[in-house]
């Protein structure tokens, strides 16, 4: 924490002030920016058929939130291992007509197995959408259905997951989903098709019982009543963020056990350090020493109304338990512990406002616990010298901005992630 204060404290103070680099132009903490589309919505994930997925909603009159549940439940066909509806998620929405910003840690409060986590990924996709989503529910899940019964192709990060977990994978039920029929681990371009799970997502369409009814037969028998006791109360519910300001911009973080906490003391520390006896800031390189442990995804959602949803998902490690329901076809995550302070230090997803430009920017980052690190770079890339670019960085920092009339969508490294925008 002391090398990072040093590192941040001046950039930190030149933000604040509106002050820029010695010398002028572009500090070597910026890197290089990249150029971004503006549309008038923006959806972007790590991959390119769930950001269409979320773009097809916003043409079709819905707005970020149906945009972020349709691409969130994508991510978890395209990306098994990093998220699903066995999962877990942080998420930050900001509301433009309001001027307000709200958080959900869709994370359990209890236990009910020591093997497994309780799966309160899809009860909290669906309290987003009570409370802002504009289409109708069942909508949202046409789209990932059809995709979990056609079949999805293994791309570079499912294939790389499954080489990293390849004895994990093969023997647990995860082999009935990604081995071919000699047992060995399918490659990059395989298609996998998960028919199971496309029912379970169209009986949900028509009622909320339908996951844990679903779900309760695949377990022992003796953890069948208090799996379904624990999802009868979930207990998920909105959340004021962490708020914090930084010269004229205000920035919005998700409270614990989420990750706004530990980013806003980074900024603590270097609000409190003396700015010109630090260096100059060096963030890549700090940013490449935290070497990045990516158990998670993340998408971005933006309309040029200026409202910004961020929705940073996880199993808690690659592929989590590794137990995959064989009737219901959910892999469930391995959080079997109840949600505690720090405990998501992979999610942190981050709304700034800044000042009265009426800009409003949506930041969250892959990267394991190198996630906060990379956000606090980027932030102190961009407040005080927006110009639609993005950072260079050690984790994946995905961005989008509403900015006037316009949504931009933008990522760094600027191609590790698919945007989509219309």
Not at 145 to 166: C, H, N, P
Not at 193 to 200: D, G, K, S
Request: aromatic residues 4%; charged residues 15%; proline residues 8%.
């Amino acid at each position: 924490m002391v090398l990072l204060t040093l590192a941040l404290a001046l950039a930190f103070y030149q933000m604040t002030s509106g002050g820029s680099s010695a010398g002028g132009g572009t500090s070597a903490a910026q890197g290089p920016r990249h150029p971004s589309v503006p549309d008038a919505g923006a959806c972007r994930c790590l991959a390119e058929t769930c950001s269409r997925l979320g773009k097809d909603l916003l043409v079709a009159g819905g707005n970020v939130v149906d945009a972020g549940i349709a691409a969130a439940l994508c991510l978890g066909l395209v990306h098994p291992h990093a998220g699903g509806l066995g999962g877990v998620f942080s998420a930050l929405l900001h509301n433009a007509s309001s001027g307000s910003t709200v958080a959900l840690n869709a994370v359990p409060r209890r236990g009910f197995s020591p093997h497994y986590g309780l799966p309160v990924a899809l009860p909290g996709l669906r309290l987003l959408h009570r409370h802002f989503g504009r289409l109708a529910w069942p909508r949202l899940l046409e789209g990932p259905a059809a995709l979990a019964e056609r079949g999805v192709r293994v791309d570079q990060e499912l294939a790389a997951a499954l080489q990293e977990s390849a004895g994990a994978v093969k023997a647990s039920g995860l082999c009935s989903l990604f081995c071919d029929g000699a047992g060995e681990l399918k490659g990059r371009g395989a298609l996998v098709t998960r028919p199971r799970l496309a029912a379970l997502l169209r009986a949900v369409a028509s009622g909320d019982e339908a996951l844990p009814q679903a779900l309760a037969p695949d377990l022992p028998p003796a953890e069948r009543e208090p799996f379904l006791q624990a999802m009868g109360d979930v207990g998920l519910e909105l959340q004021s963020p962490l708020a914090m300001q930084l010269g004229d911009t205000w920035l919005y973080g998700a409270p614990a056990p989420a990750a706004g906490s530990l980013l806003a003391s980074v900024f603590e520390e270097v609000r409190a350090a003396e700015p010109r006896d630090a260096p100059d800031p060096c963030l890549r390189a700090l940013s490449a020493a935290w070497a990045p442990s990516p158990v998670g995804s993340h998408l971005a959602v933006a309309d040029s109304q200026g409202n910004v949803l961020l929705l940073s998902a996880s199993l808690n490690s690659s592929f989590g338990s590794k137990f995959l329901a064989p009737a219901s076809g959910i892999l469930l995550s391995d959080l079997t512990a109840p949600a505690g302070p720090g405990l998501l230090s992979w999610a942190c997803p981050v709304v700034l406002s800044l000042g009265e430009e009426g800009t409003v920017v949506g930041l969250g980052a892959t990267g394991g616990s190198a996630a906060p690190l990379a956000l606090a770079q980027a932030i102190i890339n961009q407040v005080g010298e927006w110009a639609g670019g993005a950072p260079q960085a050690g984790p994946w920092v995905l961005q989008v901005a509403s900015q006037g009339e316009h949504a931009r969508a933008f990522a760094a490294p600027a191609t590790c992630c698919h945007h989509e925008g219309y």
